[in-house]
């Protein structure tokens, strides 16, 4: 029987440098740069069982109640965003068996980790998972791993970082100060690959490779199997081909009644903003639109200006003032009140108090009446 073989890559690995450990189980190892690896030096490739660095890939956890952990690939990178440099949308999510209610995760780049993959395949190494060191070390946590320039810190909650060497001291120190977190050390690189080999044969931490990363079993044998059944494969293909007309149909219709739905929608659109151009994409139109009537997250919109004018207004009604119409320019951002008051003076308290609320306000036009003075304030944002 074939020796599984087990390829282990330090730091750096999914940058495209770093050194590789290679070792089958029956206790043969080699190690060499990856650069080495990949160029073809080494022993003849095969497939591997992968092991990453945690300072290639965040190591953390999670708690979560059932209802979320049945959404658990939906809310992982919501529950993370406090702890991710970038977006969700270019990172690789895996989690593994939960621990109660608590689920072991790991995060790396996607586009980094499917590179370093199809390096490995195009040098004949072809990874059936990966796993990464301080996720598989974790039921030994605390645990401190030295590595040549490195120090590996496994946490018992699933919690791992990979610190500089130099920076030992400091961690022995902390743990004397803690004597319940008083942890064992790994200082060789036979125990490692023997408690590594261990955790895997465990099948308890998460596999970077699911989903989409899943790696494809070969065919070959399979595609042979199956040559008899062409003819029947054949008359399937003619059953589909009906189902995809009469599929075809159907989305026609869908489509005719999409469209008109969408003229519907321009329809009302066009309504509640008279004057916008037509929209090209409704839903980011309307989303535009209510942005900007919001203040478009600059402080300038409708809102950012009506909240101030309001209060200050409404602290004078008691003083003589009295709104009487309000009306908000989009194009120029500006609200325009018309309002009355006892007197001029009032007026211009009312403008002093705007500005010194950081907004810029005048007075357009204001005559005298019987019951005061009748005026239009123009109030916008500083330019």
Same mark, same amino acid.
């Given at each position: 029987?074939?020796?599984?073989?087990?390829?282990?890559?330090?730091?750096?690995?999914?940058?495209?440098?770093?050194?590789?450990?290679?070792?089958?189980?029956?206790?043969?190892?080699?190690?060499?740069?990856?650069?080495?690896?990949?160029?073809?030096?080494?022993?003849?490739?095969?497939?591997?069982?992968?092991?990453?660095?945690?300072?290639?890939?965040?190591?953390?956890?999670?708690?979560?109640?059932?209802?979320?952990?049945?959404?658990?690939?939906?809310?992982?990178?919501?529950?993370?965003?406090?702890?991710?440099?970038?977006?969700?949308?270019?990172?690789?999510?895996?989690?593994?068996?939960?621990?109660?209610?608590?689920?072991?995760?790991?995060?790396?780049?996607?586009?980094?980790?499917?590179?370093?993959?199809?390096?490995?395949?195009?040098?004949?190494?072809?990874?059936?998972?990966?796993?990464?060191?301080?996720?598989?070390?974790? /039921?030994? &946590?605390?645990?401190? @791993?030295?590595?040549? !320039? #490195? +120090?590996?810190?496994? %946490?018992?909650?699933? *919690?791992?970082?990979?610190?500089?060497?130099?920076?030992?001291?400091?961690?022995?120190?902390?743990?004397?100060?803690?004597?319940?977190?008083?942890?064992?050390?790994?200082?060789?690189?036979?125990?490692?690959?023997?408690?590594?080999?261990?955790?895997?044969?465990?099948?308890?931490?998460?596999?970077?490779?699911?989903?989409?990363?899943?790696?494809?079993?070969?065919?070959?044998?399979?595609?042979?199997?199956?040559?008899?059944?062409?003819?029947?494969?054949?008359?399937?293909?003619?059953?589909?081909?009906?189902?995809?007309?009469?599929?075809?149909?159907?989305?026609?219709?869908?489509?005719?009644?999409?469209? /008109?739905? &969408?003229?519907?929608? @321009?329809?009302?659109? !066009? #309504? +509640?903003?008279?004057? %916008?151009?037509?929209? *090209?994409?409704?839903?980011?139109?309307?989303?535009?639109?209510?942005?900007?009537?919001?203040?478009?997250?600059?402080?300038?919109?409708?809102?950012?200006?009506?909240?101030?004018?309001?209060?200050?207004?409404?602290?004078?009604?008691?003083?003589?003032?009295?709104?009487?119409?309000?009306?908000?320019?989009?194009?120029?951002?500006?609200?325009?009140?018309?309002?009355?008051?006892?007197?001029?003076?009032?007026?211009?308290?009312?403008?002093?108090?705007?500005?010194?609320?950081?907004?810029?306000?005048?007075?357009?036009?204001?005559?005298?009446?019987?019951?005061?003075?009748?005026?239009?304030?123009?109030?916008?944002?500083?330019?």
């Amino acid at each position: 029987m074939e020796q599984p073989q087990y390829l282990y890559l330090s730091a750096g690995a999914l940058g495209g440098d770093g050194h590789a450990m290679l070792w089958n189980g029956a206790g043969h190892s080699l190690t060499l740069p990856l650069a080495a690896l990949l160029a073809g030096d080494g022993p003849t490739p095969g497939p591997v069982q992968l092991i990453l660095s945690a300072a290639d890939v965040l190591v953390t956890s999670v708690h979560l109640s059932r209802r979320q952990a049945r959404h658990i690939g939906k809310v992982l990178p919501f529950l993370l965003e406090e702890s991710l440099l970038d977006s969700a949308e270019t990172l690789w999510f895996a989690h593994g068996k939960p621990q109660g209610q608590d689920y072991p995760v790991l995060v790396c780049q996607r586009s980094a980790l499917e590179q370093l993959l199809a390096r490995l395949a195009d040098a004949g190494w072809i990874a059936n998972g990966a796993w990464v060191d301080g996720s598989l070390l974790s /039921a030994l &946590g605390p645990l401190q @791993v030295t590595q040549e !320039q #490195e +120090l590996l810190w496994v %946490a018992a909650n699933h *919690q791992a970082l990979v610190l500089p060497l130099s920076d030992q001291q400091h961690v022995e120190a902390l743990l004397a100060s803690e004597p319940d977190q008083a942890a064992a050390t790994i200082s060789d690189d036979a125990t490692l690959r023997d408690r590594l080999q261990r955790a895997l044969a465990a099948d308890q931490a998460p596999n970077l490779l699911h989903g989409a990363l899943r790696p494809v079993p070969e065919r070959s044998a399979l595609a042979e199997a199956f040559a008899p059944w062409r003819s029947v494969t054949r008359y399937a293909a003619v059953v589909l081909l009906a189902i995809w007309g009469i599929t075809g149909a159907q989305s026609w219709y869908y489509d005719r009644a999409a469209r /008109a739905e &969408g003229e519907r929608a @321009v329809a009302l659109y !066009q #309504e +509640l903003f008279p004057q %916008a151009p037509r929209p *090209q994409l409704i839903r980011r139109d309307f989303a535009r639109q209510l942005e900007l009537l919001g203040g478009g997250g600059a402080d300038q919109g409708f809102l950012a200006l009506i909240g101030p004018v309001g209060d200050i207004i409404g602290a004078a009604l008691d003083q003589g003032v009295t709104p009487r119409r309000l009306q908000y320019d989009e194009r120029e951002k500006v609200v325009t009140v018309d309002l009355t008051a006892k007197d001029f003076a009032m007026l211009e308290q009312l403008r002093d108090r705007i500005q010194q609320r950081g907004l810029q306000a005048e007075i357009g036009s204001a005559r005298g009446e019987n019951a005061g003075v009748t005026a239009r304030m123009k109030v916008g944002q500083v330019i």
